[in-house]
């Protein structure tokens, strides 16, 4: 008889649509299979959304795909889910609503799995850490550029010392103005691109790089999505300092924005660049694949230059459509990782799993401080521009963040 881990997910927006969505899919197919835990049913057993109506309309178009689940909604709709003990919660929610959905899931002894960025501050984050610890379960973050092939060759080569100390970067990541005006518009009063999107690339540096951050600065645009004397930000600019073991610092400037406009002929414009000791690493999204020309589609239902790597649907050439890519095998591991802790040995030895597992900090909150306090840093700033005292600057001791 095989095992079953029951998933519960919250929130079923554009995030559901292209990562989760084809994961529950194609697993219920499949299952996931690992000699250390054998053959197991990853089942979505229940969402919660605060209306119903998206998770009444995937229920439909889900028959006979994957099993029935349950559909909580209501302002209570999380906790209902919580109730419901499923095995593990994915968090896709806005992100200033993933504190307390993972708190209260983690106190009920639930595995978690939250969306970038984990949480807005070192407090929460700090909170969510010791909930983990304590109720003995998992508490990751999705960064599923880590798992992009390129940024996987780039960490190789740093880590077997062929590139040698980094001393600066640039990252740039440019959105339409569709997500900034249609698919996030709920939620974007008082928010800016830097935390939702800036934040991949503050993990890409730290996890790759390593160092101590010190020092963050940041400012930013605002007219377009909102007032040109509100809180809400067109886009932003933020430049991390870091201090390595040997003295020596590197900068790393990112750039974000989400008024790019909707005829721009990629999805999304990324670029990175980082200069070592012995050599320069450039990477661009649009640039390393396939240019597409559809009349009458591209560049707006279908863009020119398609990132087939993040998440491509495809006709197998044994003819079986599938779903897959690096945002899609993020959450499969986080499924995995779940089953190697509950399902791989006996349950004198689970903590042993769990504290392996918890060790891969590539996706742990454990080794998330420096992430967050970049992103706590960022809207601290932003915040104080917006209050007519622009041009502050942040220290990070490791342990708080002072404005200076």
């Known amino acids: ?18 990562t989760y969505r084809p994961f529950f899919e194609s697993v219920a197919g499949t299952g996931l299979y690992d000699r250390r835990f054998g053959d197991v049913d990853i089942a979505l057993a229940g969402a919660a959304t605060r209306t119903g109506r998206r998770a009444e309309a995937y ?21 209902q889910l919580i109730a419901s003990r499923p095995d593990f919660i994915c968090v896709a929610t806005p992100d200033n609503r993933h504190f307390e959905v993972a708190r209260d899931a983690l106190q009920a002894g639930i595995h978690v799995l939250i969306e970038k960025p984990s949480v807005l501050s070192l407090a929460e984050l700090d909170q969510l850490n010791q909930l983990a610890e304590s109720n003995g379960v998992l508490a990751r973050v999705v960064y599923h550029k880590l798992l992009d092939p390129d940024h996987k060759k780039l960490r190789t080569l740093v880590v077997d010392d062929v590139l040698q100390h980094v001393n600066n970067g640039y990252c740039s990541l440019l959105e339409p103005k569709q997500i900034s005006g249609e698919q996030f518009s709920e939620w974007i009063t008082g928010r800016n691109p830097g935390t939702y999107v800036a934040v991949h690339y503050i993990k890409l540096i730290d996890f790759t790089f390593g160092g101590r951050l010190k020092t963050i600065t940041c400012t930013g645009q605002r007219g377009i999505v909102g007032p040109a004397d509100g809180p809400t ?3 932003c600019q933020l430049r991390l300092i870091y201090e390595y073991k040997d003295g020596r610092e590197a900068a790393f400037d990112l750039h974000t924005s989400w008024v790019t406009p909707d005829n721009f002929p990629g999805y999304v414009e990324q670029e990175v660049q980082f200069r070592f000791d012995n050599g320069i690493w450039n990477g661009h999204s649009r640039r390393r694949g396939v240019e597409l020309t559809v009349e009458g589609k591209t560049p707006f239902s279908l863009k020119n ?16 459509r599938s779903q897959r890519g690096y945002g899609v095998e993020v959450i499969e591991r986080f499924a995995r990782e779940v089953a190697l802790v509950e399902l791989s040995g006996p349950a004198s030895e689970r903590g042993d799993r769990l504290s392996e597992i918890r060790g891969l900090d590539y996706s742990d909150l454990s080794a998330d401080r420096q992430v967050v306090a970049a992103v706590e840093a960022m809207e601290l700033i932003l915040a104080e521009q917006a209050a007519g005292r622009p041009d502050r600057v942040a220290r990070f001791d490791g342990q708080s963040i002072h404005l200076v």
């Open 305 to 320: 230059t398609i990132n087939n790597h993040y998440n491509a649907s495809c006709i197998e050439p044994w003819g079986e």
């Open 59 to 79: 229920q439909q178009v889900s028959q006979g795909i994957i099993p029935a689940f349950t559909s909580y909604s209501g302002l209570d709709a999380a906790q």
């Open 233 to 235: 930000w067109d886009s």
């Open 1 to 18: 008889m095989r095992s079953v881990l029951k998933a519960g997910m919250v929130g079923m927006g554009m995030i559901f649509d292209e």
